[in-house]
């Protein structure tokens, strides 16, 4: 017997103290070395250089009507009042490292999308309106730019509190900001679909981006953007007549995206004079979605941003929905702006190296002890797990027991197996197991949570069967954890691997005309985010839809690595149908089989599955 299987679309769019290099700055003495003291270096560090007096400086605050400044000799930042947006930011003898051109507003800054309904899309800026000194003590100065939602008067805006903080501490070659977002009892039910930080830097300056090892480049301008051929959508550009003639091909936004669990550390290089700005996210607990949710970095501005929680490549699913009288709150951050710049010797690509030492750092030293909020705790505050994660797969093993090989194990908003991907209003804690499936997660907020995992090469989510709580200073040991695949029987045939990407399958070559040098190597793990793929399918497939055959077919090279839809003119997309053919020599009609679907990824889409009748 010969089976089939149809796939129709439908049409639709931180840590020990160091020395650091650093340049001499403006408001310091001539020294070129510096004990650098960030997060958890920033008291060990302070007992040595209080025994220098007078170095590090201080930290410094001035306060006038329209701004206020804090500076500790290595770097100053300048805020409106009582608004909060970064305005300037003067490092390494350079005035602002912003954008100048911008107005105040559109230099450095925190906003939120949001609706009343499923349709609005809302920009909230998230100004303060009052200003408070929260500490300031020479080691550390934390400040707060705040608005309270009052429902007599601001009822067309987003109903939420807002605390946004920044904090400065001595010897500290950068600067630290988080945001306590609230809703109390009673308040009007609201959508919030992103919640970003950004900082637009000087475009005569910052030309050169990294994101990771194997993604850094020289970037456009806005300039070339402006001049260029705007494409399917407004973010996509094919640069025709850009500045640097090497870039003649298509910038987007979201070719730069990258996974939650690979975003640490991203940023921007300026060569003359040599200076490192950098984004670094030392924790990813207060973020949407789990490790594997995808989400934009920096950008051609230049841009660099900090994303909190977004809708990007889930679409509504991921949003935060707040029902009427819904009462919440969460602290977003700390994130870390750390600024660097070479010894005279060195070359300015050291920066990078540099950038991910100190995100390392951060890392080590999360949670953090320094933040002055009691919305965060403090290490002895928090609890932490630990346990063996294994499989049990009696068609793969009999009754062996499999280890979770570098098996995903985190803890979220209790739910069901897999309820994690949409869940966006708590805190989630994720580790990779390592080659026997132990995991430990450490820094867990006091809450409930549930349990969760997945095994790359073993189809399914895992889920705890209890819930579990963490209390302060709690150290829950589990042992071991028996997953069980969930099956009918034995695997008859298997199209790619159960890993939650599409890796191994078959990513074209995009079109000369668009195809982007960061991409352009054969083996670029990330040669998917090339544009315009989506035209090659209907080139590869003219006059059919792919057909596999198991047992005949690669999945390597047979298997588009996206169903994508079929453009019939400008404006109108056709669904694809494609067939699976798969042999089926001894059929026992008094039994069961399952066909088990993994998807990557899906966004506006309709994904239908027929078995033999192609049409319904």
């Not at 933040?371 to 049990?392: A, M, N, W």
Request: aromatic share 12%; with cysteine; proline share 6%.
């Amino acid at each position: 017997m010969m089976g089939s299987v149809s796939g129709k679309t439908k049409g639709g769019t931180r840590s020990n103290s160091r020395l650091l290099l650093v340049c001499v700055m403006a408001m310091a003495v001539d020294l070129t070395l510096l004990t650098h003291c960030c997060a958890e270096s920033h008291g060990k560090a302070r007992k040595s250089y209080e025994q220098v007096e007078g170095w590090p400086p201080a930290v410094n605050l001035s306060v006038s009507n329209k701004h206020v400044v804090m500076d500790n000799g290595i770097l100053k930042v300048t805020w409106t009042v009582p608004g909060g947006q970064v305005v300037g930011i003067h490092y390494a003898g350079v005035d602002n490292l912003l954008e100048t051109v911008n107005k105040e507003s559109n230099r450095g800054y925190w906003d939120i999308v949001w609706g009343k309904t499923r349709s609005d899309s809302i920009t909230y800026s998230m100004i303060g309106s009052s200003f408070k000194i929260i500490r300031e003590d020479g080691n550390q100065t934390e400040i707060s730019f705040s608005s309270r939602w009052n429902p007599a008067t601001d009822s067309p805006s987003l109903p939420v509190n807002v605390d946004k903080r920044y904090i400065m501490l001595r010897g500290c070659s950068g600067f630290y900001s988080y945001a306590i977002l609230e809703r109390e009892e009673g308040w009007p039910k609201a959508n919030i679909y992103q919640i970003r930080a950004v900082f637009k830097l000087h475009g005569d300056m910052f030309h050169y981006m990294a994101i990771s090892d194997d993604r850094q480049r020289f970037m456009p301008t806005p300039r070339d953007r402006e001049a260029g051929q705007v494409l399917d959508y407004k973010e996509a550009v094919l640069l025709t007549d850009p500045s640097n003639p090497h870039l003649r091909e298509v910038d987007d936004k979201y070719q730069y995206s990258s996974d939650y669990k690979d975003s640490k550390v991203h940023g921007w290089i300026s060569f003359n004079p040599p200076i490192g700005f950098w984004m670094i996210m030392p924790s990813n607990e207060f973020r949407s979605a789990g490790p594997v949710k995808q989400d934009l970095t920096s950008h051609a501005g230049p841009t660099t941003l900090a994303m909190f929680h977004s809708a990007h490549y889930a679409g509504l699913d991921v949003m935060m929905e707040f029902e009427e009288g819904e009462s919440w709150k969460k602290v977003f951050g700390p994130f870390f702006i750390y600024l660097n710049c070479p010894s005279e010797n060195e070359d300015a690509h050291m920066l990078w190296r540099d950038a991910k030492k100190q995100m390392s750092e951060e890392v080590q030293s999360w949670p953090y002890e320094f933040p002055s909020s009691e919305d965060f705790p403090k290490g002895d505050q928090r609890g932490s797990i630990e346990g063996q994660l294994l499989v049990h797969d009696r068609y793969i093993a009999n009754n062996a027991l499999l280890s979770g090989r570098f098996a995903w194990v985190g803890l979220a908003h209790p739910g069901e197996p897999g309820s994690w991907q949409t869940e966006a209003k708590g805190y989630q804690y994720w580790t990779k197991a390592d080659s026997n499936g132990n995991f430990t997660i450490e820094g867990v907020r006091e809450g409930n949570y549930s349990l969760y995992a997945w095994v790359p090469g073993h189809l399914g989510d895992y889920k705890f069967a209890n819930e579990i709580s963490i209390t302060p200073g709690l150290k829950i040991k589990l042992g071991n954890l028996i997953y069980q695949p969930s099956r009918n029987g034995p695997t008859l045939w298997e199209i790619g691997i159960p890993d939650r990407t599409a890796a191994e399958f078959y990513v074209p070559d995009p079109d000369k005309k668009y195809e982007s040098e960061l991409y352009a190597q054969g083996d670029s793990s990330d040669r998917f985010r090339q544009y315009g793929l989506w035209k090659r399918y209907a080139e590869l497939y003219p006059d059919h839809d792919l057909v596999y055959t198991v047992g005949v077919s690669n999945f390597s090279q047979d298997w588009f690595f996206a169903q994508v839809t079929r453009q019939i003119s400008s404006t109108a997309f056709k669904g694809t149908t494609w067939q699976i053919i798969f042999p089926m020599d001894d059929v026992q009609p008094s039994k069961s089989y399952t066909l088990q679907i993994a998807l990557a990824s899906a966004m506006a889409s309709d994904l239908q599955v027929r078995f033999n009748i192609p049409q319904g």
